[in-house]
């Protein structure tokens, strides 16, 4: 049974009343408090303290604060006026001896405050029952809410971020490709100044040997020569065929031929093309740049582009690739026609991510590659595969399937060659599963 509380106190305005409620040391997470419109209960084990209101009071405005030993309960009044009675019981009381004198006995009415002090304690119960609740789904209903809008917030930021990571994509791939575009243009416009150059050129040497042949015409059958001078130069050409030594004896001379360069059969190969490649090699060999006043205070080593390549082959080798693009730059100063030099610096830019210069020196090796032989297959295939992954990491992958395309067209057997260009197919057709 627990221990019913008595020496509470209680004081009223017209609109509040004030209960305090003593709590004989027990901790304030230890105190249970209920109130309704009609009822008050502060348990606190093994004490209870219960109140059956005088007056419905507004429970929405009542408040109760638990501290210092005391627990002090505020119940705002439906109606203001003054109370007679905090509770209910004595005017009961009253109103029973009032109506039943015969029957006012202690033990009846004892028993009509029990009966009715239960009915109103599980009517206040089931009302509190109920408010807790609706308190419950009215704060379920707030956190589902507050989630929403939150989820709501968090996807129109990351709607917002992905609008504007993908608004840098285009705007960069635009620049790249305008960049692209305009290099494109230059080089046509070089190709064409280049050429109109050589054909300058060409008409140049024509000119000069139409006069030259004009000049001995004129000089050898034009008619001006004197008469005395044409004696002369007769007697002149007799004296020369007087001195004329006798014909040697014929014999034969034994030819031995150079081994060829190129693995294949003469009858399966491409002479013209062959020898322009040679050639073109034998220029390279011998096209060194000593006209730069700063490349004649390098060192004899320093001057040697193939002692410069193996160099950025070493730095390239143990990842320094900032020291090889520093030799393979100094070694192009040098001599501009080996392609292996752009080609290398073009391996070292992809790795510094200087993605346009890579392009642009895997173009220039390329252009240098020609003609086309199978002394330069290795060469060509390496070239065609940096530009394709440099404009792959450009996201430009039209462009890169074509160079990886070319690349495999060389080497149709090799098998990381057909896996690189299947999945930029894949990446453009929209079904790589790592792009999803």
Same mark, same amino acid.
């Given at each position: 049974?627990?221990?019913?509380?008595?020496?509470?106190?209680?004081?009223?305005?017209?609109?509040?009343?004030?209960?305090?409620?003593?709590?004989?040391?027990?901790?304030?997470?230890?105190?249970?408090?209920?109130?309704?419109?009609?009822?008050?209960? /502060?348990?606190?084990? #093994?004490?209870?303290?219960?109140?059956?209101?005088?007056?419905?009071?507004?429970?929405?405005?009542?408040? &109760?604060?638990?501290?210092?030993?005391?627990? /002090?309960?505020?119940?705002?009044?439906?109606?203001?006026?003054?109370?007679?009675? !905090?509770?209910?019981?004595? =005017?009961?009381?009253?109103?029973?001896?009032?109506?039943? #004198?015969?029957?006012?006995?202690?033990?009846?009415?004892?028993?009509?405050?029990?009966?009715?002090?239960?009915?109103?304690?599980?009517?206040?119960?089931?009302?509190?029952?109920?408010?807790?609740?609706?308190?419950?789904?009215?704060?379920?209903?707030?956190?589902?809410?507050?989630?929403?809008?939150?989820?709501?917030?968090?996807?129109?930021?990351?709607?917002?971020?992905?609008?504007?990571?993908?608004?840098?994509?285009?705007?960069?791939?635009?620049?790249?490709?305008?960049?692209? @575009? +305009?290099?494109?243009?230059?080089?046509? *416009?070089?190709?064409?100044?280049? @050429?109109?150059?050589?054909?300058?050129?060409?008409?140049?040497?024509?000119?000069?040997?139409?006069?030259?042949?004009?000049?001995?015409?004129?000089?050898?059958?034009?008619?001006? /020569?004197?008469?005395?001078?044409?004696?002369?130069?007769?007697?002149?050409?007799?004296?020369?065929?007087?001195?004329? #030594?006798?014909?040697?004896?014929?014999?034969?001379?034994?030819?031995?031929?150079?081994?060829?360069?190129?693995?294949?059969?003469?009858?399966? =190969?491409?002479?013209?093309?062959?020898?322009?490649?040679?050639?073109?090699?034998?220029?390279?060999?011998?096209?060194?740049?000593?006209?730069?006043?700063?490349?004649?205070?390098?060192?004899?080593?320093?001057?040697?582009?193939?002692?410069?390549?193996?160099?950025?082959?070493?730095?390239?080798?143990?990842?320094?690739?900032?020291? &090889?693009?520093?030799?393979?730059?100094?070694?192009?100063?040098?001599?501009?026609?080996?392609?292996?030099?752009? =080609?290398?610096?073009?391996?070292?830019?992809?790795?510094?991510?200087?993605?346009?210069?890579?392009?642009?020196?895997? =173009?220039?090796? !390329?252009? !240098?590659?020609?003609?086309?032989?199978?002394?330069?297959?290795?060469?060509?295939?390496?070239?065609?595969?940096?530009?394709?992954?440099?404009?792959?990491?450009?996201?430009?992958? @039209?462009?890169?399937? *074509?160079?990886?395309? +070319?690349?495999?067209?060389?080497?149709?057997?090799?098998?990381?060659?057909? @896996?690189?260009?299947?999945?930029?197919?894949?990446?453009?057709?929209?079904?790589?599963?790592?792009? *999803?």
């Amino acid at each position: 049974m627990p221990l019913l509380v008595t020496d509470y106190s209680w004081t009223q305005t017209d609109s509040t009343v004030f209960i305090s409620v003593p709590l004989k040391g027990r901790k304030v997470e230890k105190v249970d408090i209920i109130s309704t419109e009609e009822y008050l209960k /502060v348990h606190y084990p #093994p004490y209870l303290f219960e109140a059956f209101l005088f007056e419905p009071v507004d429970d929405d405005r009542s408040t &109760a604060k638990v501290g210092n030993g005391v627990a /002090v309960i505020s119940l705002s009044k439906r109606t203001n006026k003054v109370w007679e009675h !905090l509770m209910i019981t004595t =005017s009961l009381n009253i109103i029973i001896i009032m109506l039943r #004198p015969d029957f006012a006995s202690t033990e009846l009415i004892h028993l009509y405050d029990k009966e009715k002090k239960k009915e109103i304690r599980e009517r206040a119960l089931l009302t509190y029952q109920e408010k807790l609740s609706s308190e419950s789904r009215s704060k379920v209903e707030k956190q589902h809410a507050e989630k929403k809008y939150a989820l709501e917030i968090m996807m129109k930021l990351e709607k917002e971020e992905r609008d504007s990571i993908q608004k840098m994509k285009d705007n960069e791939r635009e620049k790249t490709t305008a960049e692209l @575009a +305009a290099w494109q243009l230059r080089q046509k *416009q070089k190709a064409e100044e280049e @050429a109109q150059l050589k054909l300058q050129s060409q008409r140049d040497n024509q000119n000069k040997r139409a006069m030259t042949e004009k000049k001995w015409t004129e000089g050898s059958v034009g008619g001006t /020569v004197e008469p005395d001078q044409r004696g002369n130069s007769e007697g002149k050409s007799k004296r020369k065929q007087a001195n004329l #030594p006798a014909p040697r004896l014929t014999g034969n001379i034994q030819v031995t031929f150079t081994p060829r360069v190129f693995p294949t059969a003469l009858r399966e =190969s491409r002479v013209p093309e062959e020898e322009d490649w040679l050639k073109k090699q034998a220029e390279a060999r011998h096209a060194v740049n000593a006209d730069d006043k700063e490349l004649k205070d390098l060192k004899e080593e320093e001057r040697n582009p193939d002692w410069l390549k193996d160099k950025g082959d070493k730095y390239f080798a143990t990842g320094d690739y900032l020291s &090889a693009v520093n030799a393979y730059s100094l070694a192009i100063r040098l001599n501009r026609k080996i392609p292996a030099l752009y =080609s290398n610096r073009a391996a070292c830019h992809l790795k510094l991510k200087n993605l346009h210069k890579a392009i642009e020196d895997s =173009s220039q090796a !390329l252009d !240098l590659l020609t003609p086309p032989v199978v002394a330069n297959e290795a060469a060509r295939a390496r070239a065609h595969v940096r530009r394709g992954s440099a404009f792959c990491q450009l996201q430009l992958y @039209a462009e890169g399937l *074509q160079d990886y395309q +070319a690349a495999l067209k060389i080497s149709p057997h090799n098998e990381v060659l057909q @896996a690189d260009t299947q999945r930029i197919k894949d990446i453009i057709q929209g079904t790589d599963p790592e792009t *999803q």
